[in-house]
């Protein structure tokens, strides 16, 4: 079984930043890919951005320049560094790990409220 462990929605004003964290746990054998999703109100599921084991990134259009995200392979943990946050980013951030063995697994998502 993994479990994957969130930290750090909350709510910020527009142009603010926030730190959201994933720790996974369980049954890992190794992680190919870490990311985060993110889910607003009425809307799909969209991918925010993605880290390889090899440290290769994938952002989303509209995060670009904004979002940093970074991993730290023997923790198995993934960050999202949000900067410069405005109210269309307000969604439930999820967070997803892509194992060697071709599973994938969810977080239970956190809250991320950008308003005034």
């Known amino acids: 079984q993994v479990q994957l462990a969130e930290s750090g929605g909350g709510l910020v004003q527009p142009g603010g930043s926030l730190r959201l964290s994933c720790v996974a746990s369980?049954?890992?054998?190794?992680?190919?890919?870490m990311g985060w999703y993110r889910q607003a109100p009425g809307k799909q599921r969209e991918l925010v951005a993605s880290v390889t084991s090899g440290g290769f990134t994938n952002y989303a259009e509209s995060v670009k320049g904004r979002f940093t995200i970074s991993r730290a392979n023997a923790k198995n943990t993934v960050y999202l560094q949000m900067d410069s946050l405005k109210p269309e980013d307000t969604a439930v951030y999820y967070c997803n790990i892509f194992l060697r063995a071709m599973t994938t697994h969810w977080g239970q998502g956190t809250q991320v409220t950008v308003s005034s």
């Open positions: 369980g049954n890992i054998d190794s992680i190919i890919r």
